[in-house]
């Protein structure tokens, strides 16, 4: 099967700094990679969509300086979370495609708490 | 605009009985749809897509053009059941590949 990791599984930080969350296709190279806000109790968000080697696709009201994504190689993803705030704390998940199947893979997810 | 729309958050059913979960997208063009599962403490996973037209666990999930929907269907509930559903819509676009997701549902089967 295809496996997605993500690292960290969660993560407490302080207002005002930047965190970091990659997301890791192990068995698998993923042309394609998402990244999902999920609120407690709610669905999950699309944030932004990535291409290897191009810039994200971001979705209406998703600020990109806010949440930077750099898809640097076919395995790996990362969503930095800049200047975090209380209101950025969330579960952020990311998934993966693989070429041009489009089936998408999930990490189990990262919690991030700003405080 | 929502593209998903799970019109149940909870659904409750007793175990050996029929289950439906509803999902009507917006979308006018050829959309392909999936359903994935997230059991307790579990990531999420896909459970069937349509353009496979199979059956997992006993679920199927007809699209329905006309009426805009894939609901997801089994005849006799097990225990097991029991987790987050989601129905999800790809888009290809110019720009790329998205997925939305529905706002899931919630089903219990009661033993």
């Known amino acids: 099967g295809a496996v997605v990791s993500q690292h960290p599984s969660w993560v407490i930080c302080k207002s005002g700094t930047s965190v970091k969350i990659e997301c890791r296709s192990l068995?698998?190279?993923?042309?394609?990679m998402f990244w999902y806000r999920q609120f407690p109790k709610q669905s999950l968000m699309l944030m932004a969509t990535s291409n290897e080697g191009s810039k994200a696709t971001y979705e209406q009201g998703v600020e990109k300086d806010k949440f930077l994504i750099n898809h640097a190689s076919l395995t790996l993803s990362t969503l930095t979370v800049t200047s975090a705030h209380p209101e950025d704390s969330s579960f952020y998940i990311c998934?993966?495609?693989?070429?041009?199947?489009?089936?998408?893979?999930f990490g189990q997810g990262t919690r991030l708490t700003v405080v | 605009a929502q593209r998903v729309t799970q019109p149940e958050k909870l659904l409750s059913v007793f175990k050996g009985a029929p289950v439906e979960l509803k999902c009507n997208y917006s979308y006018s063009g050829s959309p392909e749809l999936f359903w994935y599962v997230q059991y307790s403490r579990q990531r999420l996973q896909l459970l069937l897509r349509h353009i496979s037209r199979e059956s997992i666990k006993g679920f199927t999930a007809d699209l329905n053009k006309g009426e805009t929907s894939f609901h997801l269907k089994k005849p006799f509930a097990q225990e097991e059941d029991s987790a987050m559903y989601y129905c999800a819509l790809n888009l290809t676009t110019l720009t790329g590949n998205q997925f939305y997701f529905g706002t899931g549902t919630s089903l219990t089967v009661i033993p």
């Open positions: 068995d698998f190279q993923a042309t394609t």
């Open positions: 998934s993966a495609r693989k070429g041009r199947d489009t089936e998408a893979f």
